[in-house]
T-cell receptor, first 111, second 113 residues
């Protein structure tokens, strides 16, 4: 069946450094991917999305890379700040069954 | 522009009682999705609704669970005869259409005593 997974469950980086969060997906037919940030006690917050006709998309301090050949997605956060500490989920959008979420990566920013 | 509103934020029920969770989508959004999240896990899709219609309920248990999105008013996720295993955070999301990003509420945390 469809599944979206993450390589690392936890990631710690120094404040100011860049961080990279990785995600693998299994459905080669998927054409739309989203990164969400979830802080404790809150719902997932949309960060950035990318469609399969693109390899890269940039936002404010964030970049998403999509490698369809190996079915891999990554989120790069530049110059991390304490407020970036959260759990990050990649999600695969299927219009039929809704979003398929990965397990999540907990990002901790060390001062 | 208000985001997705869910209430209550916390709900405590005893085994056998009914739980009703409400979700008001963002203004202009006619697509609603319900998800369930266990601690330290990702969200799991339950049901997808448009106004007055259930489009996909493949992730929702066949028994005890139901969902609706009436023409007027919020979407309701209803769990009858709750059991301990129903304890979880339930999130609602909305979007203008199925190809656009879903925006989430802050969830209802359901605890079963």
């Amino acid at each position: 069946g469809e599944s979206v997974g993450l390589h690392l469950p936890t990631l710690s980086v120094q404040e100011g450094d860049n961080s990279i969060i990785n995600c693998a997906y299994s459905n080669s037919a998927s054409d739309y991917f989203i990164w969400y940030k979830q802080e404790s006690g809150k719902g997932p917050q949309f960060i950035i999305d990318i469609r399969s006709n693109m390899d890269k998309r940039q936002g404010q301090r964030v970049t998403v890379l999509l490698n369809k050949t190996v079915k891999h997605l990554s989120l790069q956060i530049a110059a991390t700040q304490p407020g970036d500490s959260a759990v990050y989920f990649c999600a695969e959008n299927t219009s039929r069954v809704g979003l398929v979420f990965g397990q999540g990566t907990r990002l901790t920013i060390n001062p | 522009n208000a985001g997705v509103m869910q209430n209550p934020r916390h709900l405590v029920r005893r085994r056998g009682q009914e739980a009703r969770l409400r979700c008001s989508p963002m203004k202009g959004h006619s697509h609603v999705y319900w998800y369930r999240q266990l601690p330290e896990e990702g969200l799991k899709f339950m049901v997808y609704l448009q106004k007055e219609n259930i489009i996909d309920e493949s992730g929702m248990p066949k028994e005890r669970f139901s969902a609706e999105f009436p023409k007027e008013g919020p979407s309701i996720l209803r769990i009858q005869q709750v059991v301990r295993g129903d304890s979880a955070a339930y999130f609602c999301a909305s979007s203008p259409d199925s190809s656009r990003p879903q925006h989430f509420g802050d969830g209802t945390r359901l605890s079963i005593l």
